[in-house]
């Protein structure tokens, strides 16, 4: 395999990873509101109603997806490589995400509406179970446009994109 060839593969498996990612997280996120066993502690999640804090929330992530990482290293160590990155980078993104949705949710430029916290403000048990981004909430018919932004967000003091819970 040449260099161009290694280049092109890590960068599908990166951008594969990221996508498939995302997709996980909205079925797990999913899976969580249908099974208790599965939900307990996602229970606790919603009446608490905060993050854990990125790190933390990253971690998570990282632990309940490290099978599925490895395993590009099967095929390639390229392949694996790409993937990795594009898992991590979904990973932290959605750790970072998740946090800021909780804490800063007008910020989150990416999303026409904030779909976690609309999730989460509104007792949504069966619309907008994306974390990071809205994608699969439209594609399998979860996503439910509200009128989110109200005077309770609009009167929160002004934050930045990086003042949020870090651990």
Not at 30 to 44: N, T, Y
Request: aromatic residues 16%; neutral net charge.
């Amino acid at each position: 395999m040449n260099e161009t060839q290694s280049i092109l593969l890590a960068s599908a498996c990166f951008a594969l990873a990221f996508i498939l990612a995302s997709l996980l997280e909205y079925w797990l996120h999913r899976l969580m509101h249908v099974s208790k066993k599965v939900g307990a502690r996602h229970l606790e999640h919603h009446r608490n109603n905060t993050g854990q804090g990125v790190l933390w929330e990253f971690r998570d992530y990282i632990r309940g997806a490290i099978v599925l990482i490895a395993a590009m290293f099967f095929y390639s160590w390229v392949a694996g490589i790409g993937w990795l990155l594009g898992s991590l980078a979904y990973a932290a993104f959605s750790a970072y995400a998740h946090q800021l949705q909780h804490e800063n949710p007008t910020k989150c430029f990416w999303m026409k509406m904030p779909v976690h916290y609309v999730h989460h403000k509104y007792g949504m048990w069966h619309h907008n179970f994306g974390l990071a981004v809205d994608w699969w909430d439209k594609v399998f018919g979860t996503y439910k446009l509200v009128d989110w932004l109200t005077e309770e967000e609009l009167s929160q003091p002004e934050k930045n994109l990086l003042q949020l819970r870090w651990w």
